[in-house]
């Protein structure tokens, strides 16, 4: 066998460099376009929790108000242009020099709160939407413009900068970021003529932000303000909802659990926040440990769990986010720790549930008083107390309660017995009625 | 959610030889502990009770336990707190999911759930609970009837065939056990007359994977499977919730090997015999290691009398006493 040449070199390397292809291209397969944009909403209101130091989770915990937001972001779009509008905060000429633009956040960058964590929602955004684009932004003492001419920008393979169109001081009152994208994708395009689209962003959007909106952010889409859509756990004397607070490596962890309103049609599951983001909605699937670990598969049955998990944590990095933030890092420690809990404390809510639609429906009468009797109450209520697990205090029936039998049994035997008995016109509910204390007095008086 | 069953209406507790031999030998491997730094009466008991409370009373007599919580879901809350036969006793009446939430990482606890029917989905929620809160060197005991039966109540089985059954039985177990056995359940598997095996890998599995996802260092230091039969054919598989530190510790100390100790898949056997006080006797003055069924002036099945052998000490012996 021949033997194989000595190595000469000792320094040999391998290349790799990035391309710009796989970040115009590539990246931006995998997200849809309204995540997307949530992705660039995100940004702004990092920029409020950075300007102004805002926790809407933080209050949430603490069972506090929050201090009023008062920034509104302007979301619109047409099938030529995109345009997104804060007043929340805007970005320095530092922080676009340095920072925003980067592919990546460094890994040694300083711990932050907020929504920003991977450093590549905005630039993905803006390569999903389009080819032309403009990034304004001024805070209260200066102002800038960046412009991405993605053609350009991808012909010059080593160049890995964006030019300032200007970068000047200007006194304003307030910050703010004016983003505008032209020579949209055709499907971008195709989408954002769509009615359909526009209905979908507006869910998501009320949804993903419903804290924030609740703490009186505004989120404009087409010129119309998203209104928070956030369901409600219900309780009654005798009916409380679960609530736990723990803290895993820096990161802390909220959970309320309960049924929703017997109102409240509208199958719920689990819902995950991370630092007042959603992240889970309303999730009934293995994410949340559904038919997972022996727990069962969600069931029509279980349409009034509600479970809320919130985690908020000072360094955004320790949150079990994905980097499109519509899904959760299952293999995370925070979250899996997180799992075991929410089931833990869950079991009785599905027990309950199991009870309340058993085989018989005369057996679960004091589980529905309980239910029936169950109004909806604030988060911030149930968050504002000490930890408490779910309670469930039935009231015990008496045992001469009067509980209705159904079966089915062939005409023919029917008829068999009332020619037995000799009362041919006596009624089929009779018969059973008949028959039962017949054995009742027989076998158990 | 399963029904609670009565089986203590249909005999006593204590009165069963080869459950009252695990009690025993669990006691012995128990207090064998502490020269691993596991100081079991320091531990606190958590298991359900029935109205006999026979694990609360032995293991208070001798492991020296004083803080015991007794879970009880039957509708004989009356029956049960009539037989509390300690005040320090805390009777918990309700199911073991709701207590669940309420164990703490920071007591070291001695948990038996010690359930009177076979392994099925809702078990493998409370092992899930229990092992996402046991704190480091715990212990975690669960014993589970070893018949493939389903739970009566779920599955309405009277009118089916046997072959029916069997199918039956095979797929819900697939679907029950798939994620923690390493082959699929067959009909032979269910159609004998235990599934040990299986559900010993099932909980073991649930066990693992439970600790792996807490990422906190922690295994399953396994010390006790045991099979028995005094009637049902039963299933004991028990531990510690240790670090690898603690499973050094242990090995150090030799308990892992002692025979009373079994850490593999091969379970210990300790049916014993039912015998008349006369026969007990006899056999005692003759105990030897080459007493065969040959030599014994009565019938007695060559396994039962080589466990006899093995588990005399431990073999309890009843009379009627009149009060």
């Given amino acids: 066998m021949p033997t194989a040449a000595p190595l000469v070199e000792t320094h040999l390397t391998a290349r790799a460099d990035p391309s710009k292809a796989f970040f115009v291209e590539m990246l931006t397969r995998d997200i849809a376009l309204s995540v997307c944009i949530l992705d660039l909403i995100d940004n702004s209101i990092h920029s409020l929790i950075a300007e102004f130091d805002l926790d809407v989770s933080e209050h949430l915990i603490a069972g506090t108000k929050a201090q009023k937001m008062k920034a509104v972001i302007d979301v619109s779009f047409s099938p030529h242009e995109f345009k997104i509008e804060d007043n929340c905060g805007g970005v320095s000429i530092a922080d676009a020099k340095e920072k925003i633009f980067l592919f990546g956040n460094p890994v040694n960058d300083k711990s932050e709160a907020g929504l920003g964590v991977y450093g590549i929602g905005m630039k ?49 009152s307030v910050g703010g970021t004016h983003i505008e994208i032209k020579a949209l994708h055709s499907i971008t395009s195709e989408q954002f003529g769509s009615k359909a689209f526009n209905a979908i962003l507006k869910d998501r959007i009320s949804r993903a932000y419903a804290l924030f909106l609740k703490a009186g952010l505004r989120i404009r889409l087409n010129g119309t303000d998203a209104q928070p859509d956030f369901p409600e756990l219900a309780e009654s004397k005798g009916l409380r909802a679960v609530r736990q607070l723990t803290k895993e490596d820096g990161v802390e962890i909220l959970i309320m659990a309960g049924v929703s309103p017997i109102a409240d049609k509208t199958p719920r599951g689990w819902y995950v926040f991370c630092n007042g983001r959603l992240v889970l909605d309303a999730d009934k699937t293995e994410k949340t440990g559904w038919g997972l670990d022996s727990h069962p598969i969600f069931h029509a049955k279980f349409n009034h769990f509600l479970g809320y998990v919130y985690f908020r944590s000072k360094d955004v990095r320790r949150l079990p986010w994905t980097t499109t933030k519509d899904g959760i890092d299952r293999e995370s420690p925070v979250y899996q720790r997180a799992l075991s809990d929410m089931w833990t404390l869950g079991r009785p809510i599905l027990d309950f549930l199991n009870d309340l639609y058993g085989d018989v429906r005369e057996e679960s009468e004091p589980e529905h008083d309980l239910f029936r009797a169950a109004k909806a109450v604030t988060l911030q209520k149930i968050a504002g107390r000490a930890n408490r697990l779910f309670e469930v205090k039935l009231k015990k029936e008496a045992d001469d309660t009067p509980v209705s039998i159904q079966y089915k049994r062939s005409k023919k035997k029917i008829k068999q017995i009332k020619e037995a008995i000799g009362r041919s016109s006596m009624s089929a509910s009779r018969i059973g009625e008949y028959t039962f204390d017949w054995f009742y007095d027989r076998n158990c008086k | 959610m399963a029904k609670p069953s009565d089986s203590f209406k249909q005999f006593d507790y204590s009165l069963r030889p080869s459950k009252q031999v695990e009690r025993k030998i669990m006691i012995e491997v128990l207090l064998r502990l502490s020269t691993a730094g596991c100081d079991i009466s320091e531990y606190a008991y958590l298991g359900f009770g029935s109205v006999y409370y026979v694990d609360f009373i032995m293991f208070h007599k001798y492991l020296f336990i004083d803080t015991m919580t007794c879970i009880e879901w039957g509708d004989v809350a009356k029956r049960m707190r009539f037989n509390k036969p300690f005040k320090f006793i805390e009777l918990k009446l309700g199911s073991l999911s709701k207590h669940i939430p309420r164990i703490s990482r920071q007591q070291k606890l001695l948990v038996w759930l010690d359930y009177d029917r076979p392994l099925d989905e809702e078990m493998l929620q409370d092992i899930d609970g229990v092992s996402s809160r046991l704190g480091r060197k715990s212990i975690f005991v669960v014993t589970t009837d070893a018949r493939p039966k389903l739970p009566k109540d779920l599955f309405d089985l009277e009118a089916k065939s046997l072959a029916q059954r069997e199918a039956i039985t095979r797929d819900t177990y697939n679907g029950w056990f798939n994620q923690y056995v390493a082959s699929p359940v067959t009909r032979t598997t269910v159609s004998g007359t235990h599934v040990a095996p299986l559900f010993y890998e099932a909980i073991l599995e649930r066990i693992r994977q439970t600790l792996t996802r807490r990422s906190e260092g922690l295994q399953f230091i396994q010390l006790f499977n045991y099979f028995y039969a005094d ?17 050094k510790a242990l090995g150090a100390t030799g308990i892992l090997a002692h025979e009373m100790v079994r850490t593999s898949a091969e379970p210990l056997q300790i049916s014993v015999p039912p015998l008349t006080v006369r026969e007990k006797h006899w056999l005692d003055q003759r105990l030897d290691s080459k007493l065969t069924p040959a030599k014994l002036r009565f019938e007695l099945d060559d396994r039962l009398l080589k466990n006899y052998v093995k588990f005399y000490k431990e073999y309890p012996a009843y009379m009627e006493a009149l009060l």
Avoid: C, N
């Fill in chain 1, 124 to 172: 993905r955004a803006f390569f999903k939407i389009g080819k032309d684009i403009s990034f304004k932004s001024h805070t209260t003492t200066e102002e800038l413009e960046i412009k991405i001419d993605v053609d350009a920008w991808l012909e010059k393979p080593q160049d890995w900068t964006f030019p300032f169109e200007y970068a000047r001081p200007k006194k304003t």
């Fill in chain 2, 231 to 247: 009637g049902a054919p039963m299933l004991t598989v028990g531990g510690l919730i240790g670090t690898d530190e603690d499973r």
